[in-house]
């Protein structure tokens, strides 16, 4: 499958790229800086842009058949998710891309007094990725949004298990990028995975 990773310079993106090649996909790498993206390989194409910018992101999902998204902010004022979300839905509208997948935080944490002063603390950035998790499934398209427990650099387990609905995490979860790039990656020609949305943890 030919896929676009946003984000795909940032430690998870990277192994979503590295392991969709493995697998024979034909990944194209959507990043600010060529010089940042520490993957190569038969396969990959490299674009680079502003993923809140539609021409940038026209030209990268041109030819494309679908996109899994790893983006991530902790500044408040760059409203990089909502942005570029909203980019992108015009931009698969327009190309006719369906199959998107999100990378999210977990939202179920358990409501601890540190949970809820990091709330308050990054309120405009929880609003703005909230913002575009919205938008993308209340969008036509063929989503997934998939919540992560605490990301860690730890290796290649296979060990992921999806937290149940009644479920909290707390900031004891972890599970490894290269775990959430499987994830994701094996979501991708699921049908049963469309409009769907998971919490992972280890």
Known sequence: MKVLVLGASGKTGVEVVRQGLAAGHEMTAFVRSPARL????TGLVVKTGDARN???LRDALEGREAVITTLGSNRAGDALIG???AALLQVAGELGVRRVLMLSV?????????IRLLGRVMKAVVADRWAGEDALM???LDWTLVYAAKLTDSPRTGHIRIVGPSETVTLRSRIGRADV???LLACLADSDAVSKVFTITS
Do not use: I, L, Q
């Open 138 to 140: 209340h969008s036509s």
């Open 54 to 56: 539609v021409a940038d």
């Open 83 to 85: 942005r570029s979300t």
């Open 38 to 41: 520490s993957v190569n390989g």
């Open 106 to 114: 977990a939202r179920n944490y358990k409501a601890t007094f540190v």
């Open 181 to 183: 790039a499987e994830f």
